[in-house]
């Protein structure tokens, strides 16, 4: 949209990121590879320490709002010729600082990490971030690897719900939410493990399609 026209070595970039996250599971890379999902993580952890001596709370905001966000941005790299979100995006920002040194945008960061220890936990990945939008539509495609909830064995407790990075994705662990024996978890689901690692009864495991579960 910057360029106005397709750049080779650009489309052949997307492509291969495409097929390599579509293979993983899209927002596989929310967590395995984002380097601000890291460092939210920390952020996520002291905010939970706070939250448990009534010191903050914890503010929701719809996620509906992340399309708003990825349109917007969208437009701003059509009409300006300059990709605007990578000047914002925390990802863009610690990867360029990692490679060529730190400046004066993780200032920038500092403030979102700040924002979600006190305001609302993990805000730019739940309700900004194109990237885990643009992943999430990846995933929905089907990929073969995902994450698997079993409702015969489920306890219905709440675990898994309260480590998740994206919660919504688990709703269907709620007692009679489940439609089906079997049910993959959502595009939005990150691949984290953490849920499938404090199941107590092993009602969530990790699927490759064509190989069965994986525990």
């Known amino acids: 949209l910057a360029y106005k026209h ?89 990867s360029r600082a990692l490679i060529y040194g730190p400046g004066l945008a993780l200032l920038w960061v500092l403030a979102l990490l700040v924002f979600e220890i006190f305001v609302s936990r993990r805000a730019w990945c739940r309700y900004v971030c194109p990237i885990g939008v643009t992943y999430g539509l990846v995933g929905a495609l089907g990929s073969p690897v995902r994450v698997q909830y079993n409702v015969q064995g489920c306890h219905h407790e709440g675990d898994c719900r309260k480590v998740c990075l994206v919660p919504h994705v688990l709703d269907v662990t709620i007692r009679g939410r489940a439609l089906a024996v079997d049910t993959d978890i959502g595009a939005d689901c990150t691949r984290c493990g953490l849920c499938v690692d404090v199941c107590p009864t092993s009602s969530l495991n990790y699927k490759v399609k064509g190989l069965g579960g994986l525990t």
């Not at 599971?25 to 905010?47: D, I, K, M, N, Q």
């Not at 966000?69 to 990578?86: D, I, R």
């Open 6 to 94: 397709v750049v080779l070595n650009l489309l052949i970039g997307t492509v291969t990121v495409f097929v390599l996250w579509w293979l993983l599971g899209g927002r596989t890379f929310c967590s395995w590879v984002c380097p601000y999902h890291l460092v939210a993580e920390w952020a996520e952890s002291l905010h939970l320490k706070l939250a448990a001596k009534g010191w903050v709370r914890d503010i929701q905001f719809r996620r509906g709002g992340r399309m708003v966000f990825y349109v917007v941005f969208a437009l701003l790299a059509l009409v300006t010729g300059y990709t605007v979100f990578e000047t914002l995006s925390p990802t863009g920002i610690l």
